[in-house]
Every structure is written in structure tokens, then in C-alpha cells.
């Protein structure tokens, strides 16, 4: 069975980068039939698409995100990352791996999320 | 980008009760509309894909119906485990867009 593990630091400081993982275990992270995507809910608010990443290494960022953050993967780890740089209060959320159907278009599954908090 | 709107933002409701939600997109999204529960302190979990379709292990009380920019969400007798907020999704193009939610309270 797929499983996703979020890591990575609870706290960040405002205008530095927020850098975190997404562990996949129990199936290929190299398949051809899906992508990997990050997704973010700020305390008590909706979910928010922040990007994905397919095999092929083609990323599809968020519109207002876009200008400072990168998805990348490392196969050889069985990991996705995500890097947001300057960050600021309104970064605070839950952040979310999640497994990208093609043919479904759909999240599924999630990994269980990791809160990150922005603060100076 | 495509906006998402969902409705009722919260509803109240009674054990047994049939609940609809709606979703609304922006433009035509065909059949690309996920619905998905999410509990308290838990990640999102899958429950239609496709507009209609049922994701396996979902209880068939859940359902789905919809194309082009108008959607449904059923649940056809409400259990307690069913107390939730719903979010719809659109898979339709990049950027994905999620609609607001909807909170199911217990009446």
C-alpha cells in the first residue's frame, strides 16, 4: 500500500525558505501513470493547490506561488521536495503530498501533512 | 484560472438525513471534478473521481453527478461518521482549484 511522509521543519523564519519532503514507500515513485503535487490549509481555512511534478520531471507551479517555488524529485530516495522561498506569516498551513492521478485526475492518497509555522 | 464555488458553505443535519452539496466551476470542466472528506486533523481522502464515480472503499450512501459547470455531491442517508467538510476540485486544466468546502454539522 502507498504511503506519503511529509518532513521537514515546524518552524521557519519569515523571508527564509521552507524546505520539505515527501517520502513515498510502498510503490514506484518513477511510475508513468502518475505525477506528485503539494498542497497547503492554512489553519482553519481550505485547501490550496501549490504544484506538481510528473515522471518526465515537468512541473505545473501555482499562478501566485510561482515566482518562488520549486518541486523537484530524487528517485534514487523515493522523495518529493518542495522549496519556498521568502516566506512570510501568510505561508503558515499544513502542507500535503499527495499522489496525482493523470487518468483520474485526482489526489489520492495524501500523506498525513506537516505544519509549518512562519514566525521572526 | 478556473474558479471553484461550492454551496452551501455549512449545513446542519440529522442522522439519516440526505444531504446535497454543490459545486460550480467557472467555465466547462466536462467530467473533471473530484469530491473529497476531510476530517479533523486528518488529510483530504478521495471519495468521487470523475464527476460520478465512487472511489473503492467509499460507501455507496456517496454520490456524484454532474458535467460541464454544475455538480452534486449526495449523501443519501447521513451517518455520524459522515460529519465532515467536503471539498470539490476541479481536474480540468493547470492550476487545480478547490472550492471553498462544506462543513456538515450535526443538527
Known amino acids: 500500500q502507498l504511503q506519503l511522509q511529509e518532513s521537514g521543519p515546524g518552524l521557519v523564519k519569515t523571508s527564509e525558505t521552507l524546505s520539505l519532503t515527501c517520502t513515498v514507500s510502498?510503490?514506484?515513485?518513477?511510475?508513468?501513470?502518475?505525477?506528485w503535487g503539494w498542497i497547503r490549509q492554512p489553519p482553519g481555512k481550505g485547501l490550496e493547490w501549490i504544484g506538481n511534478i510528473n515522471h518526465r520531471g515537468d512541473t505545473f507551479y501555482s499562478l501566485s506561488l510561482k515566482s518562488r517555488i520549486t518541486i523537484s524529485v530524487d528517485t534514487s530516495r523515493s522523495q518529493v521536495s518542495l522549496n519556498l522561498n521568502s516566506v512570510t506569516a501568510t505561508d503558515t498551513a499544513v502542507y500535503y503530498c499527495?499522489?496525482?492521478?493523470?487518468?483520474?485526475?485526482?489526489?489520492?492518497?495524501w500523506g498525513q501533512g506537516t505544519l509549518v509555522t512562519v514566525s521572526s | 484560472d478556473i474558479q471553484m464555488t461550492q454551496s452551501p458553505s455549512s449545513v446542519s443535519a440529522s442522522v439519516g438525513d440526505r444531504v446535497t452539496i454543490t459545486c460550480r466551476a467557472s467555465?466547462?470542466?466536462?467530467?473533471?471534478l473530484l469530491w473529497y472528506q476531510q476530517k479533523p486533523g486528518k488529510a483530504p481522502n478521495l471519495l468521487i473521481f470523475?464527476?460520478?464515480h465512487l472511489q473503492s472503499g467509499v460507501p455507496s450512501r456517496f454520490s456524484g453527478s454532474g458535467s460541464g459547470t454544475d455538480f452534486t455531491l449526495t449523501i443519501s442517508s447521513l451517518q455520524p461518521e459522515d460529519f465532515a467538510i467536503y471539498y470539490c476540485q476541479q481536474a480540468k486544466s493547470f492550476p487545480l482549484t478547490f472550492g471553498g468546502g462544506t462543513k456538515v454539522e450535526i443538527k
Open positions: 499527495a499522489r496525482w492521478s493523470d487518468s483520474l485526475g485526482s489526489f489520492d492518497p
Open positions: 467555465q466547462d470542466i466536462s467530467t473533471w
Open positions: 510502498g510503490g514506484s515513485i518513477s511510475s508513468t501513470d502518475y505525477s
Open positions: 470523475l464527476a460520478s
